[in-house]
């Protein structure tokens, strides 16, 4: 085991922090004790399932929360870290490649949209190379500044359009403070492995009253993962695994919010946030050679910058909201340039009103522009496949949208939601994407719950482009085979006579709630038609090519469960389970990557005392298919970790992940499951 400098500085902050005045502490306790009565008061409402916030109980969709003291339990270096933990979830193993991707209910990361406070991330995917060796965009925003995440599973494209196929994840930040106060907190992980990377993490926040309306907060974060450098290990086989090690990364995060409060009924904001993502290579020994890695599955250097104008209103008819908001990816890939651009302007109203029933109608609008450039991979051959002339780098598509939700509460405990988005494009005309859903109260501990939903995916710019062709050196020309291809490079070619992905998502759960005791189930059926994947074409021009088609039909089903048990006094098992029933490509008979069978997290949490609190977890994955079209065994790792309330203003945490140090690397040459590893922490609050 070896330790870096980061170790000094996390045991630096504890000693420093000690010497903070106790009269400043006592006035910190008192802010956040404030602070976290609106955290509770907030936990009851869910914000993106619906038009408006709603009871969790009575959310019309399935849906999960993350909140902020599970956040605080551990280093978050990554929020699939936590968002694996949920029912539906698969995926987040490991720091990099495909199988580090969030997928709800066994899609791609490509179906699921992710917002900051209902305001849409925006997506890095097409300034890569190839948007598989992309990270997902998560992590662009400090963990410490989060409330709360919530993920929404299935389609709710009818609130939210294109890209919101699969579901949604609502990272919710933190308010202003009434008064200044804020948080410095650092993080280290050591693994056991000297051949694998250590990880640091610190952030800060600051948040306070500027003058009587106006308010400021701001968060900065630093992490960085060190490569691995890894002697290769030999299959069964005596084959080397190659693809075992992982890139280093770091990661920097800042972001400042100004709230203006313009009058009781009236609030304006602005936010700006800058995020650079550096990733380099691994180092491998095989035999008496060395390599280097290509580079780390991601960019070598990302920059995300994105502004959002926002006001919300409180009227005498209901309420409205009103965002207008820039994001921005830049993307240094050696000589190249690799740009994606985001503009969005939408709003929406929200009217309670008395008509036969209670209701609640939403009125809301979109539109979007979206540019692209990227020299690697938009006009870089001289004619597409069928000999048509190719120029150009750059793409561009607007898109508009008009959606209607009404929620109905026909009786005291049962509610209908009705809703439709209509979107239209230029290149993919108009699409409606309906949904009903019904939520019912049998009794007021039960809940039963189910609908039917249409979702749907427009391709995207470089999808769409007979001008996008990437170069693979083999690795992806295997469907070319049975043409007569035998070796070399190939390229993946975009089709402007792609149409827009649609599915048809059907479930019904049942779930029970009442003082600790709580457990769900739920079952979920999703059909897809015009599944957009990569077919082989042939040899032409010169050059092998595949190309994007709407050839295949999917289909996922299976059950979500949930369960809580309070066992003794401070003492509670709860347990998360996904069962796919069906993941399957319906064209070819292959399952769909990255969706194992079985997903299941198991944790016994211990609140020892009012300040130590401890959590032994295991996380269980399934035979399922790896990035390279190898099935992995099921495996199972087991963390320990434990909470300090050392005093109101410091919190220690620490632990083990991977605690009996399970290692796949002898089954499967492309699945990265990191070996054990210890970790400490440190939260300081003034």
């Excluded at 250590?198 to 009587?212: E, F, K, N, R, V």
């Excluded at 470089?462 to 083999?474: F, Q, V």
């Excluded at 309070?566 to 098992?573: H, I, R, T, V």
Aim: negative net charge; charged residues 25%.
């Amino acid at each position: 085991m070896k330790f870096s400098p980061a170790l000094l500085n996390t045991l630096c902050l504890t000693a420093c922090t000690a010497f903070i005045a106790p009269s400043a502490l006592a006035e910190e306790r008192e802010n956040r004790e404030a602070d976290n009565q609106d955290a509770v008061e907030l936990d009851a409402i869910f914000l993106t399932a619906s038009g408006a916030g709603v009871d969790v109980k009575d959310a019309p969709a399935s849906v999960s929360v993350i909140g902020r003291e599970e956040i605080e339990r551990q280093p978050v270096y990554d929020l699939n870290t936590l968002l694996r933990r949920i029912p539906g979830v698969t995926g987040g193993f490991g720091p990099v490649g495909e199988q580090s991707k969030i997928k709800l209910r066994g899609l791609d990361d490509k179906y699921t949209l992710i917002l900051v406070d209902g305001k849409r991330v925006g997506n890095s995917a097409d300034t890569h190379y190839r948007r598989d060796l992309g990270r997902q965009d998560l992590n662009w925003i400090a963990p410490n500044m989060i409330e709360r995440i919530e993920v929404v599973r299935g389609p709710m494209s009818s609130l939210y359009g294109s890209d919101a196929m699969g579901g949604v994840i609502n990272i919710i930040t933190r308010k202003v403070a009434k008064t200044w106060s804020g948080s410095i907190n650092t993080n280290l992980t050591v693994p056991e492995d000297s051949d694998r990377g250590q990880t640091t993490q610190t952030g800060a926040t600051l948040s306070g009253p500027l003058t009587d309306s106006l308010g400021l907060r701001l968060g900065a974060n630093v992490t960085r993962r060190a490569s691995d450098e890894i002697d290769l290990p030999r299959d069964a086989n005596g084959e080397y695994l190659y693809d075992v090690g992982a890139g280093g990364a770091k990661d920097q995060s800042l972001n400042a919010l100004l709230d203006w409060k313009l009058d009781d009924r009236q609030n304006l904001s602005f936010e700006a946030v800058h995020g650079v993502e550096r990733s380099w290579s691994s180092k491998k020994t095989f035999g008496e050679y060395e390599e280097t890695a290509a580079a780390a599955f991601g960019a070598e250097k990302l920059t995300r910058d994105s502004f959002v104008l926002s006001h919300t209103g409180d009227w005498d008819f209901g309420s409205s909201k009103l965002d207008a908001y820039l994001n921005t990816f830049k993307n240094d890939i050696g000589e190249g340039k690799s740009e994606a651009r985001e503009k969005i302007l939408e709003g929406s109203l929200n009217i309670p009103f008395e008509l036969l029933v209670g209701q609640r109608l939403t009125l809301g609008g979109q539109w979007k522009r979206e540019e692209l450039t990227n020299t690697d991979t938009l006009g870089t051959v001289p004619v597409d496949y069928q000999g048509r002339p190719v120029s150009g780098s750059s793409l561009e598509g607007d898109y508009s949208a008009a959606f209607v939700e009404d929620e109905l509460y026909l009786l005291e405990n049962l509610a209908l939601t009705l809703g439709n988005r209509f979107d239209h494009s230029d290149e993919y005309g108009s699409h409606n994407s309906p949904r009903a859903y019904l939520v019912y109260h049998p009794h007021p501990d039960w809940t039963l719950r189910g609908g039917v939903s249409k979702g749907f995916r427009a391709p995207s710019l470089k999808e769409g482009s007979a001008g996008a062709a990437t170069n693979s050196r083999g690795r992806g020309c295997g469907s070319l085979r049975p043409l007569g291809y035998v070796t070399g490079s190939c390229w993946m070619a975009g089709n402007p006579d792609l149409a827009p992905e649609i599915s048809t998502n059907k479930e019904i759960g049942v779930s029970f709630d009442r003082d600790g005791w709580a457990f769900g189930l739920t079952y979920f059926h999703t059909d897809f038609k015009d599944k957009i994947e990569y077919a082989p074409l042939g040899f032409y021009q010169g050059r092998w090519w595949t190309m994007m088609e709407n050839a295949e039909k999917a289909r996922t089903r299976g059950w979500e469960g949930s369960a809580r048990l309070p066992l003794a006094s401070g003492l509670e098992w709860r347990s998360n389970a996904t069962y796919m029933l069906e993941s399957k490509n319906l064209s070819t008979g292959e399952d769909l990557i990255s969706a194992p069978k079985l997903s299941l997290f198991s944790a016994l949490d211990w609140q020892v005392n009012d300040t130590l609190g401890t959590e032994l977890s295991a996380q269980h994955v399934g035979k399922q298919r790896g990035v390279a079209y190898d099935f992995v065994e099921p495996y199972t790792t087991y963390d320990l970790t434990a909470n300090l309330l050392l005093t109101d203003w410091l919190t220690l945490n620490g632990g083990v992940q991977n605690l009996l140090d399970k290692d796949v690397r002898d089954s499967s040459s492309s699945f990265y499951v990191p070996g054990r590893a210890y970790f400490a922490g440190v939260t300081a609050y003034f």
